[in-house]
């Protein structure tokens, strides 16, 4: 019987274990299988009437509402395919009014966010279409307000067809590649201000506003595509590095009716950029101007069909001006709502068109991190911030006045929305490091109306491979400094033994790494390697975002010396805990990480292995915008450029195991930046790993790109932090 019963208590254990076993995460899984990427819900438009919301789903568009389960189809591309459309759809436009369709498809991706396509027209009410351009693919098709045209870019020019009788009007004839760009933004503007429509129409369509590039001064850049032939074919465009010559702008206004443009008077000083523009009114519009240095802002106002631009607000700072999309025009244009940091927080303000002050609007120490919308008809102001904790982003509304706050959104963590058109409701959109997205609508006092995606199944099949927790701690820097981070403990983990340790950075200018919510970068693969025995952990260095001005600000023109102190006094804080091995700590980045983890690893004893995708080795070669807004120009701050050469420090990379990864058609960090630093470790001696993915770019995707390039990353590892 004793026997029976230890038998029995024996079979118990193992179909218990048998029950918990986990399944392990493979790369498979991650990069092949997508197994690891939650449910989301796309294509969502927020419709005129305030009820109902457009979503695209399997070739239709559906018109949904916000409160209960009904949905109509509105659009079945099959419809139009019937008609004549030769691709599927890839995005779409409804018109104010809802009468058309606005159909983008054979889209084909240009730069980050550049990309061109295919547009038709579709009817509701008599069910036809018909091609914009004759099929011809263009440049950011944009129905009119008043919904007779549609504006769109082609071979560099601005051009705009009737819809009536698709009458075409060339608005401009001087496009040319390389040269005049009509529009449509240049390669800088796109990367930096993430700007790439160039055009505004008026409110009432009678107008339209667009920027001119002049690129003849731009030096242009010349990257190999290795093809099937003999030779490789180059690759020309424009891009300024730090210190060269930027496009010329000019600015126009277009009087659709009179076929006129008239050019507007941006001043005396050329060396200027125009981020953003719009229009307060059917008869007003306004620009924003940014000196070349990005540390003196100001809005001009022009009326249609005059030349002369008025200053009616400016603003400047002793580092840099963050351009946001945070401006937002109220009371039919007389007064405006924005965001500045120069209360050494970033906070929303209203101001009148002269430029004075009637409200602070939000106030404190915390970052307001999105401007959400503006409800006229209540006085209300919905923004996101980091008011709880520089970890999380939560939701808010604030009379105009900067009174009566309210907190909308309680739960720890990460919420993000997007307002209806009468601010009744919002799309909802909540995680947290070890939650995926939870997407619903709820209503304007955060109320849940009706669940859209819970990622329940999602979340089943995470938690089937038993994945180690995020656990939120802090770390000193090098001057004392408590900086957030984030670790996932290797599986079963045991303090008794000791680990390997991968840091994870990033740690740019304003960027943030750690925050609590589900969008981790590389989050399965991290999970993957806590799994095989890594003790994995990210820290944001100071310089990084939503802790106000001082510790954003503090690397100004010292890019690569503040942020790689702080994660080398990081690390060997860390090693000091007797479960991870001093002897195997290790960094891992990409981009602005890659330039930190060659940092880190040339300057660092404490790390012996560093792993550097596309990064930027000296800031030289990187383009201006972005560069000089942290460093101003090479002439003003060459001691700044010359110490973030990471070849400078090369010596320190010696009996380290190093290894540089690069994509050669990298249009945004050129491969350049791998090139000189393998020329300087073989002049001295210095051995090293690299991988150059061929044709590759800066995201180094496509086909089976993604698992080769992390079983490179993890074998690397596994023999040098690992294996050791």
């Not at 038709?120 to 307000?145: C, D, M």
């Not at 030779?231 to 010329?248: F, H, I, L, Q, V």
């Not at 509304?397 to 309680?410: A, E, F, R, T, Y």
Request: aromatic share 14%; net charge negative; charged share 25%.
């Amino acid at each position: 019987m004793k026997y029976l019963f230890s038998t029995l208590l024996s079979l118990v254990v193992v179909s218990l274990f048998a029950q918990e076993k986990r399944e392990n995460l493979s790369l498979e899984d991650i990069h092949l299988y997508g197994k690891t990427y939650p449910a989301g819900v796309y294509g969502i438009r927020h419709m005129q009437d305030g009820n109902h919301y457009s979503v695209m789903e399997s070739g239709k568009v559906y018109k949904c509402s916000y409160t209960t389960e009904e949905r109509e189809v509105l659009f079945d591309e099959a419809e139009a395919k019937a008609a004549g459309m030769s691709h599927k759809m890839d995005n779409y436009q409804i018109s104010k009014s809802g009468k058309l369709l606005l159909i983008q498809t054979n889209t084909t991706p240009i730069y980050r966010h550049s990309k061109k396509s295919t547009y038709y027209l579709w009817n509701f009410e008599n069910k036809t279409l018909r091609k914009i351009f004759n099929g011809e693919q263009v440049f950011y098709a944009t129905l009119s307000p008043n919904e007779q045209e549609v504006a769109f870019v082609f071979d560099n020019n601005l051009y705009i067809e009737t819809i009536a009788n698709a009458e075409l009007k060339q608005v401009t004839h001087d496009g040319e590649k390389n040269k005049i760009i009509n529009g449509m933004t240049d390669w800088v503007y796109e990367e930096e201000f993430a700007l790439v429509s160039a055009f505004e129409w008026s409110p009432a369509g009678d107008y339209l506003s667009f920027i001119r590039f002049d690129e003849s001064a731009v030096k242009q850049y010349q990257i190999p595509v290795y093809t099937s032939g003999s030779y490789p074919e180059m690759y020309t465009y424009k891009y300024p590095t730090a210190g060269e010559d930027n496009s010329k702008i000019s600015v126009f206004v277009y009087d659709v009716a009179k076929d006129k443009q008239t050019e507007v008077d941006l001043g005396k000083e050329t060396d200027i950029y125009i981020p953003r523009m719009g229009w307060m009114n059917e008869e007003e519009m306004w620009l924003q101007r940014l000196n070349r240095h990005q540390n003196h802002l100001e809005l001009l106002a022009v009326k249609a069909g005059k030349s002369k631009a008025e200053v009616f607000y400016e603003e400047s700072s002793e580092t840099y001006i963050d351009i946001t999309d945070d401006l937002t025009f109220i009371n039919d244009g007389k007064e405006f709502i924005m965001s500045s940091e120069k209360d050494g927080y970033n906070h929303l303000y209203c101001y009148n068109l002269k430029g004075k002050l009637q409200h602070q609007i939000t106030e404190g120490a915390y970052d307001v991190t999105q401007f959400l919308g503006y409800d006229a008809e209540n006085e209300v102001v919905y923004y996101q911030s980091a008011e709880r904790s520089p970890l999380e982003r939560h939701i808010y509304s604030v009379h105009l006045n900067g009174k009566h706050q309210k907190l909308i959104c309680q739960d720890a963590g990460t919420h993000e929305a997007s307002f209806s058109r009468n601010f009744q409701y919002f799309v909802h959109t909540y995680s947290n490091a070890n939650t995926a997205p939870v997407i619903s609508v709820k209503d304007n006092n955060g109320k849940m109306v009706r669940m859209l995606e819970d990622n329940a199944a999602f979340m089943k099949r995470w938690e089937g491979y038993k994945p180690g927790a995020v656990e939120f701690f802090t770390v000193s820097g090098a001057d004392g400094t408590q900086l957030n981070a984030w670790q996932i403990k290797p599986t079963d983990f045991d303090e008794s033994k000791q680990y390997p340790l991968l840091m994870f950075v990033y740690g740019g200018p304003g960027s943030q790494m750690v925050t609590n919510s589900w969008y981790i970068s590389n989050k399965a693969w991290f999970v993957y390697l806590a799994q095989q025995g890594y003790y994995v952990v990210c820290v944001d260095n100071r310089g990084t975002g939503a802790r106000g001005v001082e510790f954003k600000k503090c690397t100004y023109k010292n890019l690569g010396q503040i942020e790689v102190e702080d994660q080398i006094a990081a690390a060997e804080e860390l090693s000091k805990l007797p479960y991870i091995d001093e002897k195997r700590i290790g960094m891992f980045g990409w981009s602005y990480g890659g330039f930190m983890t060659s940092h880190c690893l040339a300057r660092g004893e404490i790390f012996k292995t560093g792993v550097a995708v596309a990064p930027v080795t000296s800031w030289e070669y990187y383009d201006n915008i972005y560069t000089e807004r942290y460093m101003q120009r090479p002439i003003d701050n060459p001691l700044g450029y010359e110490n973030t050469r990471v070849m400078k420090f090369a010596d320190g990379l010696r009996d380290k195991n190093f290894l540089l990864v690069h994509g050669s058609f990298d249009d945004n960090v050129h491969p350049q930046n791998a090139f000189e630093l393998m020329n300087a470790l073989v002049s001295k001696n210095i051995a090293f790993d690299s991988e150059i993915y061929v044709n590759k770019n800066h995201g180094i995707y496509g086909g089976y790109t993604r698992i080769h390039l992390f079983k490179k990353l993890t074998d690397f590892l596994n023999e040098n932090l690992m294996g050791q």
